[in-house]
């Protein structure tokens, strides 16, 4: 299989399928209407499949590491696909919840193209591949703009079967692709020797860098809609097209983050890249006009953009032997992110009488700290990009055995100070 081809079937694949993962996000109003559920359903109902999705990468990228990525993508395809299929057939609160459930999987998806590509794309390219692979984020904006459009003409029941459809027989075709011109990894290799690189405290900086890049993608889109409704009043078609918008110009921005990422140092894109989408968002707090606020969020997206391409340039060219695990934590990480910064900043939003803008609070604070993490990182020398390392190694290590054990000196006066560790003998003027 050439590189070009395995790195757009990939895209194609993980577009569709994050197309099916976030589409409970615009969705989830007109269902609990037509359901009959309580408003405060609705996050929940936003939120699961996201929870889902964040969680499984985990197990999916250990099984993706041993069984090879082909039927693992194409599983988690189906799965997720019967899951929306089950969503038009619900008609109360736990049937859509478990199709919810069941649609989540289509977010560890991620994981398993990463595996793809670092397994049949060189190195010095990977980080471009990586870049157009990620840009299926761009499903997001299928939904977002192409749901509201769809569900008027057909329903939402015949929209959420459609998509379903189109999840299994996307999953069908990539085995179909992939099955015949990949070969799967060794399968001998035991757990514990898959899992040992999660004590890598540089996977854990990995985790944080994507939970403020993609983490803040995801929050974003899940944020937006509501945000330009509820502070700016307007229509749900307009702030659909916002927030599609953003969601296309995050999504492709990775590709010419991968390319950088090639071509430079993918640590030096990253820290440009948070400090950038964190300096974008702040103005939001601030309630400027809305073309402002517009403007300052496309900008933040390109960050966004950057930072998951220069993230995931990493992670293969340190785990070369683990990129399902990692891949996994780090996406573990991100997701959760996703979930949680929403919630955060409907509580912080709730909290006295603050202005519904402050619901954004947790998710600039979240890309703040993490910037200064980047700098302290880089300014300290503690690389990120160290092969081998352990927990243990970030924590400098100060030798007190001259302290606590000084030499036995038995005339002070004619002691050879020669040879003590204490004592610098070679002083010049």
């Known amino acids: 299989m050439s590189p070009q081809f395995c790195t757009w079937l990939n895209f194609l694949a993980f577009g569709t399928a994050f197309a099916g993962w976030v589409l409970f996000g615009p969705s989830a109003r007109t269902i609990a209407t037509d359901l009959a559920l309580p408003e405060q359903f609705v996050p929940i109902l936003k939120s699961i499949p996201v929870l889902i999705g964040s969680t499984t990468r985990i197990p999916i990228g250990l099984i993706t590491d041993r069984y090879g990525s082909a039927i693992t993508f194409s599983s988690c395809m189906v799965i997720g696909g019967l899951g929306l299929i089950g969503a038009s057939q619900a008609t109360s609160t736990v049937g859509i919840l478990l199709s919810a459930l069941f649609t989540g999987v289509l977010g560890a998806t991620f994981v398993v193209g990463v595996q793809s590509i670092s397994q049949n794309i060189p190195v010095t390219r990977q980080g471009y591949a990586l870049g157009v692979f990620g840009a299926g984020n761009v499903g997001t904006a299928i939904s977002a703009a192409g749901f509201p459009l769809l569900a008027t003409v057909l329903g939402w029941k015949l929209t959420f079967i459609i998509y379903g459809l189109s999840m299994v027989l996307m999953g069908i075709m990539y085995y179909a692709l992939l099955q015949a011109h990949s070969s799967p990894p060794p399968r001998h290799r035991r757990l514990q020797d898959m899992i040992r690189p999660l004590g890598n405290h ?123 695990a990692v891949s996994g934590l780090v996406g573990a990480l991100g997701g959760l ?22 619901v954004l609070a947790p998710t600039i604070t979240l890309v703040g700290v993490t910037t200064l993490i980047a700098t302290w990182v880089s300014s300290t020398g503690v690389k990120p990009m160290a092969k081998h390392a352990r927990i243990e190694d970030a924590i400098p290590h100060v030798n007190l055995d001259p302290i606590l054990n000084p030499p036995t000196i038995t005339n002070p006066l004619h002691a050879d100070t020669s040879t003590s560790p204490l004592v610098n003998t070679n002083l010049t003027d």
């Open 202 to 324: 540089r996977v854990w900086i990995f985790g944080l860098f994507y939970m403020a890049s993609f983490g803040v993608f995801v929050a974003s889109t899940l944020i937006l809609n509501d945000f330009y409704i509820d502070i700016y009043h307007v229509s749900t078609g307009v702030s659909g097209l916002f927030a599609a918008g953003f969601c296309i110009i995050a999504s492709l921005s990775r590709i010419p983050g991968g390319m950088l990422s090639d071509r430079f140092n993918a640590f030096s894109i990253l820290k440009i890249s948070l400090l950038c989408e964190g300096l974008m968002l702040l103005p939001a707090i601030l309630t400027p006009p809305l073309w402002v606020v517009v403007l300052c969020v496309f900008s933040s997206g390109i960050g966004m953009g950057f930072g998951m391409a220069a993230t995931f340039k990493l992670i293969p060219q340190e785990f070369p032997e683990e990129v399902g």
């Open 337 to 358: 992110s996703g979930f949680f910064l929403p919630l955060a900043g409907m509580s912080v939003s709730s909290i006295g009488h603050l202005s519904d803008v402050w």
